[in-house]
């Protein structure tokens, strides 16, 4: 038996404020909503959970605040099975998420940073537990530097580096040289445009009809198993962790593993509370193959 993944996730966390609605409010207006739900979540930390979820083993390496929902947050990652000795405590708020859901599964986000925002710097430890890594997976809700940093550690000790540029901001050349893996929506193609030139797999994720892949050896499409769709929150982060965990075997088996991990965080509500584990995404891939409809 080979042994699992170890990725390291550097990244946010957050508490995500979840609200449910027949639909979405138009500027000024004002909906009733029909549910509400306190749900640990952030891009970060639900890429972590994610990829544990896929029997990786995970390093987190992130920052809460001093506040009511730092206990929470913290405990979300133990009960995962993902290691939180580098989750770090910085004085303020912790990072919340406020996030509205209509009917139809499409929702609306509002991320104020708070602890992540913070996270400026990498110790001794952070960076031993980067080199140490098979894989380093990152985001953009926490500060780019801290990024850079860490990917320039990756690459100077053979770390693959995954990143999700989300959300999409500018990033220096060099960030962008020490890539090796990049996981975007069709939206953030079209924005980031050249700058995805300069990294050798790209995957474009494109919701209920799977992904994008352009590497080394072409471009190929692999689509995503029919589900009943019930919030898309997360499902981006489900399909980046479950990738994440699955690139050893290579793209062609990595990508229809991460398509089903996406499809499943669809139909459940919330995020990290939706992520599936390597059982469930194995089911669906095979009832797929047998051409059944979830």
């Known amino acids: 038996m080979t042994q699992p993944p170890k990725v390291a996730v550097l990244g946010s966390i957050n508490m995500d404020l979840v609200c449910?609605?027949?639909?979405?409010?138009?500027?000024?207006?004002?909906?009733?909503?029909?549910?509400?739900?306190?749900?640990?979540?952030?891009k970060g930390a639900n890429q972590a959970?994610?990829?544990r979820r896929s029997d990786a083993e995970v390093e987190f390496l992130g920052a809460v605040g001093r506040d009511p929902f730092a206990a929470q947050l913290r405990q979300v990652l133990t009960d995962a099975g993902v290691g939180g000795a580098r989750l770090r405590s910085l004085p303020g708020s912790s990072g919340v998420a406020t996030i509205v859901v209509e009917r139809s599964g499409e929702n609306t986000i509002?991320?104020?940073?708070?602890a992540n925002a913070r996270f400026t710097e990498l110790d001794a430890d952070d960076l031993r537990v980067v080199a140490?890594?098979?894989?380093?997976?990152c985001q953009l809700e926490i500060p780019v530097e801290t990024v850079a940093a860490a990917a320039r550690r990756a690459r100077a000790h053979g770390t693959l580096v995954l990143l999700n540029p989300s959300p999409v901001r500018e990033l220096p050349a060099e960030l962008w040289r020490d890539i090796d893996v990049a996981v975007?929506?069709?939206g953030e193609a079209e924005r980031l445009g050249a700058a995805l030139a300069?990294?050798?797999?790209?995957?474009?994720?494109?919701?209920?009809?799977?992904a994008d892949y352009r590497g080394p050896d072409g471009v190929a499409q692999f689509p995503a198993p029919r589900v009943r769709v019930v919030d898309t929150t997360g499902a981006g982060d489900a399909f980046t962790g479950?990738?994440?965990?699955?690139?050893?075997?290579?793209?062609?088996r990595a990508l229809p593993w991460a398509c089903a991990a996406g499809a499943l965080a669809a139909t459940e509500l919330g995020a990290s509370?939706?992520?599936?584990?390597?059982?469930?995404?194995?089911?669906?891939?095979?009832d797929a193959a047998h051409g059944s409809d979830r």
């Open 198 to 210: 300069a990294v050798p797999h790209v995957i474009t994720t494109r919701g209920g009809a799977g």
């Open 49 to 51: 959970i994610a990829a």
């Open 184 to 186: 975007v929506n069709s």
């Open 110 to 114: 509002i991320v104020t940073p708070g």
């Open 132 to 137: 140490d890594a098979d894989i380093l997976l």
């Open 20 to 42: 449910t609605t027949e639909r979405r409010p138009e500027p000024g207006e004002t909906v009733l909503g029909t549910g509400f739900a306190m749900v640990p979540g952030g």
């Open 242 to 252: 479950a990738l994440a965990a699955a690139w050893h075997r290579g793209p062609e």
């Open 273 to 286: 509370a939706s992520i599936p584990d390597a059982a469930a995404i194995a089911r669906l891939l095979g």
